[in-house]
């Protein structure tokens, strides 16, 4: 995964970064606003047109966005962040080998891809608990209707 998005913050990974830093550096533009039919982001490879098409969303709906690359270990308050936990929960998870971990001297750190996995894995059971809760609302109404 090269994008990941967390609260107005998009972050990048280190191969999509040099992507961008190959990109030449003329006047020509990449981007075509004149022409709707065509894909604004045609002339980008294609990780690069999905962050822009990223940021750009995130500014049309919330007014702000912050870019920035995610190293390959992560400490525990920006694994916790990325998590959506608080440190000390993630730091009981990480004692309790729920989520790996290592240590270096005496800090508790995590590798990038772990935590991403994680966080995907936990998305996608809120999706799917969300999806049971309206599958209920539906079938049996609201438990607050008179």
């Known amino acids: 995964m090269s994008t990941t998005c967390v609260d ?16 030449p550096h003329n006047n020509d533009s990449y981007v075509s ?33 912050t870019v920035s690359t995610l190293p390959e270990i992560l400490s525990s308050t920006s694994a916790a962040e990325l998590l959506g936990i608080s440190r000390p929960t ?6 309790s080998h729920e989520i790996p971990s290592f ?23 809120q999706a799917q608990a969300l999806a049971q809760l309206h599958e209920f609302y539906d079938n049996e109404g609201s438990i607050f209707d008179d």
């Open 103 to 125: 240590k270096v001297g005496t800090h508790t750190r995590f590798r990038r891809e772990d935590i991403l996995a994680i966080r995907k894995q936990t998305l996608k059971t």
């Open 90 to 95: 993630l730091m009981k998870r990480a004692t």
């Open 8 to 23: 107005n913050k998009i972050t990048i990974n280190e191969q999509l970064l040099q992507q961008i830093r190959q990109l």
């Open 33 to 65: 606003q004149n022409n709707p039919a065509a894909d604004a982001f045609a002339g980008f490879p294609q990780e690069i047109a999905h962050l822009l098409q990223k940021i750009l969303e995130s500014l049309k709906n919330n007014g702000q966005v």
